[in-house]
């Protein structure tokens, strides 16, 4: 099992993501997205720019889920702001944090394995969809994750979901 950042950027996705139970890639380029397989652990991402306000927003962990399919091509690719995603999986988040709740990332970046090489310049191995995490960088988050007391995401969806339900988002 390995573990993984999923790193969401726009809040019509993370909408979907939520809802649909779903992620979708733009391909198969990338080896992560490659490698992901049923079982293996998602934290959910948002990035400060997410929310489409990045001077007040900060990168936030809100979710812990599970992949439960390996990545395929669809049947029907997804489209967002006129990208298409033609490869995803089906994955499961049963709670999230309150918006605009979550773990802070920025913060914690110093006590991170995964960032460790990159000295200030880390939030550029954000600029993927997911970044693979050591057990120990997982379990950190996973602790400050349990510690911000996310709620049974039934509770919280809509604080997530509404950009999507009155967006374009096509799937």
Known sequence: MAHYLLVIGDREALGWVLTEQRMAFPGFGRTEVRALTSGDTL?????????????????????????????????????????????????????????????????????????????????????????????????LLHRRLDAAEPEPLGRVLDQYARWWRSGPFRA
């Not at 191995?125 to 057990?135: A, K, N, Q, W």
């Open 43 to 139: 934290l959910l991402y948002t990035t400060r720019g997410c929310f489409k306000n990045p001077t007040r927003d900060r990168g936030r962990v809100i979710a812990a889920g599970t992949a439960r399919t390996a990545v395929a091509t669809l049947e029907q690719p997804v489209e967002i702001a006129g990208r298409s995603y033609p490869v995803g999986c089906h994955v499961e988040f049963s709670t999230a944090t309150p918006w605009p709740g979550g773990v802070e990332l920025g913060p914690l970046v110093d006590e991170l394995d995964t960032f460790a090489d990159l000295g200030r310049s880390w939030s550029i191995r954000l600029r993927r969809p997911l970044v693979r995490l050591t057990d120990r960088d997982a379990g």
